[in-house]
């Protein structure tokens, strides 16, 4: 168990970014004798998105979890200095025509964060609420996600400030042509191979990799989560959720949890909620009492079944009227008395507001950066175990790495090999992160990132800095 960690090392969001510089906290002992207290880290890139100043900084807090991690490392500050931050930041404008004749300029990102380990690696997201700390915090993320599951890659994200919910097929071509178009430069099968994340998908993927091609000739590896007939993995849709559900099985086996006996509630019917609902239910016979999509959820105490959920989703547009079921909110099903919680939508949504009323004993974070800081502290205090979103949700980039192997070797490997080799990660980097929490007396969170950036600061220091 996680001791309550102390006071926060990153102060909170400041309202005038490019005024001030955000201080970061740094462990005090460093080495080669030197004291360092304090280091200025880039200020916020101003923009119409980051001037929400009291908005949540998930990117502060990726930070806060570095910095728990680094001064268990004892991590010279030159190399935490190299690690910590993005390597590149790239804003870009995308003028899409719409269907009426208008011309949009809608705004988009790539960071990339870290690379000593292998090309930048990670997903590409759309949604209304965007910007840059958020894809700054996430490629960050990522870096570290890599490294846990210990895959050639480094850490990168991409999002884009649109509610895609409200475009036609061909405006989300054309917005996602143009954003291929202007990220070109800084991505490649070796360089910086993007992927799908929230409200994008395979065919979101295929676009890319087209538009990608025309410049550079045919290059199926500059992305992965293609469809099948363009190189796409077999199981690579299914991953992350498989992936969830593994790291569900061996954290239910250190915390004494009797598969059969549990119940779970998922947060999110999105690719990563539904395949984990379906492979709870459908293979492990785990029961699942609730269920959420972006319009609210639904509960049974006695199980849902997940084939209906999928039907009045698709009759419907919502999992909300299923039979047999009471309706509630997203917030409320974090709340429910159930076993495990399972947030597999977006992140923030367990905070200090409300991380006292959450039953369950344990939480699997299949979405990244669903608990905040605050929630983990009250977390550790109620021992409740969070299993964290860098390990618990690494099957979808572990399966991308299988992916783009595959694209590299020209050579397609069957359904049961995916999946043996994505067993086989997800229980190995289980262990080790397990092994990693309890050699420091920390949480698994902080066991995950003391693993992962150790990883990251040794390749570094290997490549020479
Ligand atoms: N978007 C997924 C994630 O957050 C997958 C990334 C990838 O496959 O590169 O892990």
Redesign the pocket.
Known sequence: MAKKSKKRTVKKSNPHPIKKKTKVRLPKKVKHGRKISTVSVPPKVQSVESAKSSKHNPYEDVLHNFELAAKKLNLNEELAQLIRTPDRELRVELPVMMDDGKLHSIIGYRVQHNNARGPY?????YHQEVDIDEVRA?AS??TW??SIVDIP?GGA?GGVTIDPTKLSMGELERLTRAFTSKIDLIIGPSED??????NTNAQTMAWMMDEYSKSHGYSPAVV??KPIELGGSLG?EEA?GRGVCIALREAAKTYHLDLKKITVAVQGFGNVGSHTARILEQEMGVKVVAVSDVKGGVYNPRGLHYNNAVNQLKNTGSVIGLKGCVKLSNEELLELKCDVVIPAALGNQLRGDNANNVKAKLIVEAA?GPTTVEADEIFASRNIMVIP?IYA??G??????FEWVQNVQRFRWDYARVMSELEKTMTSSYAAVHRTSEKYKVSMRIGAFILAVERVAKAAKLRGI
């Open positions: 690696k990670g997903g590409i997201r996430l993320l990522m996600k890599t890659f994200k191979i993007p992927a799908p994340d929230v992965t989560g690579r992350t990244n979103d949700n690494a979808g980039v572990t399966v991308s790495y």
